[in-house]
């Protein structure tokens, strides 16, 4: 029984050894190193995604709408780099440099997530219907800016001064693609915040027991509302991260992130209830996801066959999730 329960609470990272294990030996060119730098940014779109949903999942929410704000994110930023913003009154069009364009599409995320934490405390909205509703919103609203269509070629224009935007996708230091390296800050930042500041312990008290927590001072209202925007600014990096990768935005881009988000964050032993899970697991959980899909691809796995799988492994991982519950205890 304690060996059982040893290998649910290390499930994640026995199934990264597994899975990698795997695909290095049946995958061809599985461990070189151009496929190793791009499974690793596949990587990290799945962990910026999962840090936003862990702090999330740990106040027991969930926030379905994340693929779609990605996929607003990066078309709002194709808009502005392409077509830059118009001042009706004046008739002026103004193109904002990359750094603006960046903090516009940040704070837009961040304003969809205030809008998903204000249904679910203040209106009294179930997450799981607020966010499935702002899912909806946010892919409408890509598609209405361009009509379903593609913002190509976002290099921007000297004569505008708004070059400079495939650099946060494609770029690298010391060799290191820079998605990686801001994930890898994100998550520290994550972490720290979680386990050593009052925020942090504020969210874990929300999650165990959110009334109990509000009899003790904790303001549960502010707490949900901050993660969801903070799920919401994740959400919005990942999407100017993969157009910017791309150089290219897609209305469509994003979709089924939500899954592979949850998937990770609940493969690294967070549970659905709330009030139990880490930074670092979800970053395993994220390796395992991308590691998955990056394998399967490089076998000639059917497209078909990879959502059966996928679909298969976050059922897994929320049934090891109750295992966990039940053999583990409810706090780690």
Same mark, same amino acid.
């Given at each position: 029984? !304690? ?23 049946? %995958? ?9 730098? *791009? ?7 799945? !962990? ?28 709002? !930023?194709?808009?502005?780099?392409? #077509? ?19 903090? *516009? ?11 998903? +934490?204000?249904? @679910? ?17 946010? =892919?409408? !609203? ?10 190509? #070629? ?10 400079? $935007? ?5 770029? =690298? &230091?010391? /060799?290191?693609?820079?998605? @990686? ?14 386990? =050593?500041?009052? $925020?942090?312990?504020? &969210?874990?008290?929300?999650? /165990? #027991? ?6 003790? +001072? @904790? ?15 994740? %959400? ?20 089924? $992130? ?59 991982? @929320? ?9 583990? +205890?409810?706090?780690?």
């Amino acid at each position: 029984m !304690a060996l059982l329960a040893l290998l649910i609470r290390l499930r994640a990272l026995v199934a990264l050894f597994v899975v990698f294990g795997f695909f290095a030996v049946l %995958a061809p060119n599985f461990l070189s190193l151009g496929s190793m730098l *791009i499974m690793a940014k596949h990587i990290a779109i799945i !962990a910026v995604l999962g840090i936003g949903m862990t702090y999330v999942i740990l106040t027991g929410g969930i926030d379905l709408s994340v693929g779609s704000i990605a996929g607003l994110s990066g078309m709002v !930023a194709g808009a502005l780099i392409l #077509n830059g913003l118009t001042v009706a009154p004046l008739g002026w069009v103004i193109y904002p440099s990359v750094p603006l364009v960046l903090l *516009i599409a940040l704070a837009l995320g961040g304003l969809i997530g205030l809008a998903n +934490g204000v249904l @679910v405390t203040r209106f009294g909205v179930a997450p799981f219907i607020a966010t499935l509703g702002m899912l909806y919103v946010a =892919r409408g !609203a890509g598609l209405l800016l361009s009509n379903g269509t593609t913002f190509p #070629n976002l290099v921007g224009s000297a004569d505008y001064g708004n070059q400079g $935007f495939p650099l946060l996708g494609a770029s =690298r &230091v010391l /060799g290191v693609p820079l998605p @990686v390296l801001i994930v890898v800050a994100l998550a520290l930042a994550a972490a720290l915040v979680a386990a =050593r500041t009052p $925020f942090g312990r504020h &969210v874990y008290a929300v999650g /165990g #027991n959110a009334r109990a927590a509000l009899l003790s +001072g @904790v303001r549960v209202a502010r707490v949900k509302i901050a993660v969801y925007v903070i799920s919401g600014i994740c %959400a919005a990096l990942v999407g100017l991260i993969v157009a910017s990768d791309l150089v290219s935005a897609h209305p469509a881009s994003g979709e089924t $992130f939500e899954l592979s988000a949850i998937a990770a964050v609940v493969l690294g032993g967070a549970s659905l209830a709330g009030g139990r899970g880490t930074i670092g697991g979800t970053i395993i959980g994220a390796c395992v996801i991308g590691t998955l899909g990056d394998g399967m691809v490089m076998m000639g796995v059917s497209e078909f066959w990879q959502m059966v799988i996928k679909g298969t492994v976050i059922v897994a991982a @929320v049934v090891l999730d109750q295992l966990q519950g039940r053999f583990v +205890g409810t706090k780690d």
